[in-house]
């Protein structure tokens, strides 16, 4: 099966290839001085980056697509050549892109092949297919848009075109996908957020720092409530640790050399901003970095005092706010922020108990997923581990790596986790699983991580008195279920279309009198189900009933209550769902049918 997949991937790999270099002959016929720079393949298509004299526009895609097409069917294959470099530098004389990637190729000692596809001929590793006009079968393919880019992804350098395309091995895979980004267009978390009244991300305030309302705080809320519920049931303790901390724990965690590409830089905390203002030097100079991690905190609160076997394992949770660094055009909504609040945890244990330890975690992962609308059909699992030919950017020795590897994906096969190995993508101080969900139209987030880890506790000098009275190390795992609340809202928002279950939503009931005689009987309502612990609001505004229920359900508001003359003389109310007239319910009947719902999470 894993095979089949890997042959169907090299295969459209080499389909989108050849679409990238079909675009470059285009632009070339319909744009001769354009310069064409590098065209690589990426998921669901390709893309070119050139330089244009005159800037192109996205209308002008179509013609540059009717291009392709005429020039497709000459293609019945390509041809390789290895040239020179003096072959090579002289046929691109005129494109200074190309000339610096030959020199590259150079440099490595790289042969440098130039592919012939027609009349058209480019700089190339190669990897195309075998027949493009045959294998290229129309309505597969599609022009998609235009961005621009910074050659070589560098600030620094000059801003290009980028035209990106979409690639299929058939029309209806392409349609498919076509339908689920305009899905996706409809659910994006950014644009329901600002809708539905939940956060905002302000200049003033900061890139990448979100401000929760007060609709979205509270489904922060309830979703912090739920998880801080179910680790105390699950035998958690729960700790708090500040925002920042000194130089000097950062240096003996590791981070401050291993991880410092996504830290930011000291502050000054021996002296004031004043001083700071008036260029005076601090008396005696003390170092914080704001936390990009909580692990380092939990690891000082366990050597506080000293602990025996007896007291191991030790679980200890906290929904604690970090800060990384990212690049401000790369930051997104709330999927890519600067700073997040991890449902961070940290399980210090002995060796013996490592994995059950792993497989409780695992069970409570899955539990949460669950809990939440998805399904184990939804999950996938990558067991990342070290780059055995690059040690220089990982922390501990080859004895503690290969244990701590061996362990996770034993216990990711008796778990009989859908699980794939990633080499290279390891924490710096250990392996790890991740966990990333499908949401309803099948894109995939990264939520959960489960990471092993021995470094930590030999860099701390952590210890405990075994059953011998020998002072022994214990080992670490660090694990964070949503991954940040930030992202996994994020997804929610989008999996749900902003129409959150009955249990999830900050407003689960709008009450809609129809006017202000109605008022009375509605508040003695709200009143009643405020008592229940349901989440209502009335709608006291001087709008139609009509308007007030095409307000209440733009609001994915999950029931509506209608209370007119009828409904005040029979005590009873009229429910309507957000899609549907459900009926007339005396208030018992209507908190059985919310309780009995929000119990079963739905």
């Known amino acids: 099966m894993l095979k089949q997949e890997n042959q169907d991937k090299l295969k459209i790999n080499k389909i989108r290839h050849s679409l990238a270099h079909l675009l470059a002959a285009a632009v070339l016929e319909i744009y001769p001085e354009a310069k064409p720079t590098i065209g690589p393949v990426i998921e669901n298509g390709f893309y070119y980056d050139f330089e244009f004299k005159s800037p192109i526009k996205e209308e002008d895609l179509e013609k540059i697509e009717r291009k392709m097409k005429e020039i497709l069917p000459s293609w019945e294959k390509f041809e390789e050549k290895e040239v020179s470099n003096k072959e090579a530098k002289e046929f691109f004389k005129d494109n200074q892109?190309?000339?610096?990637?030959?020199?590259?190729?150079?440099?490595?000692?790289?042969?440098?092949?130039?592919?012939?596809?027609?009349?058209?001929?480019?700089?190339?590793?190669?990897?195309?297919?075998?027949?493009?006009?045959?294998?290229?079968?129309?309505?597969?393919?599609?022009?998609?848009?235009?961005?621009?880019?910074?050659?070589r992804g560098d600030e620094k350098n000059k801003m290009l075109t980028r035209i990106y395309g979409l690639a299929f091995e058939s029309k209806d895979e392409l349609e498919k996908y076509i339908q689920n980004q305009e899905e996706a267009k409809k659910r994006d978390h950014r644009k329901l957020g600002k809708e539905l009244d939940l956060f905002h991300i302000d200049e003033m305030v900061g890139a990448g720092l979100p401000l929760w309302h007060p609709k979205g705080a509270l489904l922060w809320r309830i979703i912090e409530d739920f998880w801080y519920q179910k680790h105390l049931e699950n035998d958690y303790d729960l700790v708090r640790t500040p925002h920042i901390g000194n130089r000097i724990l950062w240096e003996t965690s590791g981070h401050w050399g291993f991880y410092n590409k996504s830290m930011y830089p000291p502050m000054e905390a021996g002296q004031t901003?004043?001083?700071?203002?008036?260029?005076?030097?601090?008396?005696?100079?003390?170092?914080?970095?704001?936390?990009?991690?909580?692990?380092?905190?939990?690891?000082?609160?366990?050597?506080?005092?000293?602990?025996?076997?007896?007291?191991?394992?030790?679980?200890?949770?906290?929904?604690?706010?970090?800060?990384?660094?990212?690049?401000?055009?790369?930051?997104?909504?709330?999927?890519?922020?600067?700073?997040?609040?991890?449902?961070?945890?940290?399980?210090?244990?002995?060796?013996?108990?490592?994995?059950?330890?792993?497989?409780?975690?695992?069970?409570?992962?899955?539990?949460?997923?669950?809990?939440?609308?998805?399904?184990?059909?939804?999950?996938?699992?990558?067991?990342?581990?070290?780059?055995?030919?690059?040690?220089?950017k990982y922390a501990g020795n080859d004895l503690g790596w290969k244990f701590t590897e061996e362990v996770l994906r034993k216990v990711a096969k008796e778990k009989k986790l859908d699980f794939t190995e990633e080499i290279g993508e390891a924490a710096f101080y250990g392996p790890k699983l991740d966990f990333k969900i499908k949401d309803v139209i099948g894109r995939e987030w990264q939520c959960s991580t489960?990471?092993?880890?021995?470094?930590?506790?030999?860099?701390?000098?952590?210890?405990?008195?075994?059953?011998?009275?020998?002072?022994?190390?214990?080992?670490?795992?660090?694990?964070?279920?949503?991954?940040?609340?930030?992202?996994?809202?994020?997804?929610?928002?989008?999996?749900?279309?902003?129409?959150?279950?009955?249990?999830?939503?900050?407003?689960?009931?709008?009450?809609?009198?129809?006017?202000?005689?109605?008022?009375?009987?509605?508040?003695?309502?709200?009143?009643?189900?405020?008592?229940?612990?349901?989440?209502?609001?009335?709608?006291?505004?001087?709008?139609?009933?009509?308007?007030?229920?095409?307000?209440?359900?733009?609001?994915?508001?999950?029931?509506?209550?209608?209370?007119?003359?009828?409904?005040?003389?029979?005590?009873?109310?009229?429910?309507?769902?957000?899609?549907?007239?459900?009926?007339?319910?005396?208030?018992?009947?209507?908190?059985?049918?919310?309780?009995?719902?929000?119990?079963?999470?739905?």
């Open 273 to 392: 901003l004043e001083d700071k203002q008036k260029n005076k030097k601090a008396e005696v100079s003390e170092e914080y970095l704001l936390k990009p991690m909580n692990c380092p905190f939990h690891v000082e609160i366990y050597k506080n005092n000293p602990k025996s076997y007896r007291d191991l394992p030790m679980r200890w949770a906290e929904c604690g706010t970090v800060y990384r660094f990212e690049k401000k055009g790369e930051l997104s909504g709330l999927t890519r922020v600067r700073g997040f609040t991890q449902d961070d945890a940290h399980i210090i244990c002995r060796k013996d108990q490592v994995e059950d330890e792993l497989k409780k975690v695992i069970d409570f992962t899955l539990f949460i997923y669950e809990s939440f609308g998805f399904e184990m059909k939804d999950v996938k699992v990558y067991l990342s581990l070290r780059d055995p030919n690059d040690k220089e």
């Open 97 to 151: 892109y190309k000339l610096e990637l030959i020199e590259d190729l150079e440099k490595a000692k790289e042969k440098i092949t130039f592919y012939t596809f027609g009349k058209f001929i480019d700089l190339c590793r190669g990897s195309h297919s075998d027949k493009p006009n045959k294998d290229i079968k129309d309505g597969s393919w599609k022009l998609d848009r235009v961005a621009g880019a910074y050659w």
């Open 450 to 602: 489960l990471q092993f880890d021995f470094n930590l506790p030999e860099r701390f000098d952590m210890l405990f008195v075994n059953e011998k009275g020998k002072n022994e190390r214990p080992y670490m795992l660090h694990r964070a279920l949503f991954g940040s609340f930030e992202r996994f809202i994020g997804l929610l928002i989008e999996h749900y279309a902003g129409a959150f279950p009955l249990w999830l939503s900050p407003v689960q009931v709008k009450i809609l009198p129809i006017g202000e005689n109605h008022f009375e009987y509605a508040r003695e309502v709200f009143e009643i189900l405020k008592t229940e612990g349901i989440r209502a609001e009335v709608d006291k505004s001087n709008e139609s009933l009509g308007k007030k229920i095409h307000y209440a359900k733009q609001q994915k508001t999950p029931y509506l209550l209608v209370i007119g003359d009828k409904e005040v003389e029979s005590k009873e109310i009229t429910l309507e769902s957000r899609t549907k007239k459900v009926g007339l319910f005396s208030i018992e009947k209507l908190l059985n049918l919310f309780q009995k719902e929000i119990k079963n999470k739905k």
